[in-house]
């Protein structure tokens, strides 16, 4: 039996949007982005959170937001913090 004879290879997708954030499903891996983590991603529409596209293979772009994320601030988020030093 073969699944997706013709069908498309989705990379990435919107799995789950909670009170408490969004559930993201990227090559493979769920990733969990709490909106306490993640805030620009409270308040928005479903459409503009579930608009969502992997470009190069490791780099998140949600156009309708102007957000940027690479899959390695998913992975390892203690290495971007989201305040700056000053």
């Known amino acids: 039996m073969r699944l997706l004879k013709r069908g498309k290879n989705i990379s990435v997708s919107i799995e789950n949007i909670t009170p408490f954030g969004i559930w993201l499903f990227v090559k493979g891996k769920e990733y969990f982005l709490s909106y306490k983590d993640f805030p620009y991603f ?5 459409k503009s959170i579930q608009n969502v596209q992997l470009l190069h293979g490791y ?4 156009p309708d937001l102007d957000v940027d994320l690479e899959i390695d601030n ?5 290495k971007y913090p989201l305040t700056s030093k000053r």
């Open 42 to 46: 409270k308040d928005q529409t479903l």
């Open 74 to 78: 998913l992975e390892n988020p203690e």
């Open 59 to 62: 780099h998140l772009y949600w």
